[in-house]
């Protein structure tokens, strides 16, 4: 990835150049080598949102947890990548897969799918790819036999949970709005 100063605007990424992987035992590569990067979120290797067994585990547990479940073929998310190497990732997998989301969800409910986070690296941040992500992620997940997808973003002017997308980018996709997971999250639905 191209190097550029904090002042410099994004890069202008070619978007049509971007293949989505799921991230399986045979592409786990890609998405390890993604978050070992200086400034990928390898703190949290997306395990804050899954059932881990403890409250607080340490990075590498949670970077051995999450292998632990790719490598037995749970469903984890999707890589964007260029040239077969990850540019950016996003979270999104069966419901059941994660810790409860909201106060208000219903678990008897079957079918439903989750998008949790994104992470985009600052220098291609701003030039849509996000939005692809996020459109990769609807195929994957309807693709994979969601009937529901449900997401938990912010509003932009959100101080906080940033990384799970923002409510308008959602919204421009057809997801409507069910409530609120605590006072920043909005939950947000999409039906097949």
């Known amino acids: ?30 998405f390890e080598t993604l978050f070992e990067q200086p400034g990928a979120p390898k703190y949290c290797w997306c395990m804050a949102w899954r059932h881990s067994g403890r409250e607080h585990i340490q990075n590498d547990e ?15 998310g999707i890589v964007a990548e260029i040239d077969g190497k990850g540019i950016a990732w996003c979270s999104v997998a069966p419901r059941d897969t994660y ?66 997308g923002f409510r308008d980018m959602f919204a421009s996709r057809g997801f409507h709005e069910a409530g609120m997971a605590g006072s920043r999250r909005h939950v947000m639905r999409l039906e097949h």
Request: hydrophobic residues 40%.
């Open 1 to 30: 990835m191209p190097k550029r100063s904090n002042a410099s605007p994004p890069e202008k990424l070619d978007l049509t150049n971007i293949r989505f992987t799921e991230v399986t035992p045979a592409t786990r590569g890609s």
């Open 62 to 76: 949670k970077k051995r947890q999450m292998m632990a479940r790719i490598d037995a073929g749970a469903p984890v």
């Open 99 to 164: 810790r409860r989301l909201s106060k208000r969800q219903d678990d008897s409910e079957t079918g439903v799918w989750s998008i949790v986070c994104f992470y985009v690296p600052r220098v291609l941040r701003g030039g849509g790819l996000a939005s692809a992500l996020l459109d990769a992620a609807i195929d994957h997940a309807f693709a994979k036999g969601a009937r529901i997808i449900e997401a938990y973003p912010v509003a932009e002017a959100s101080p906080s949970y940033r990384f799970m």
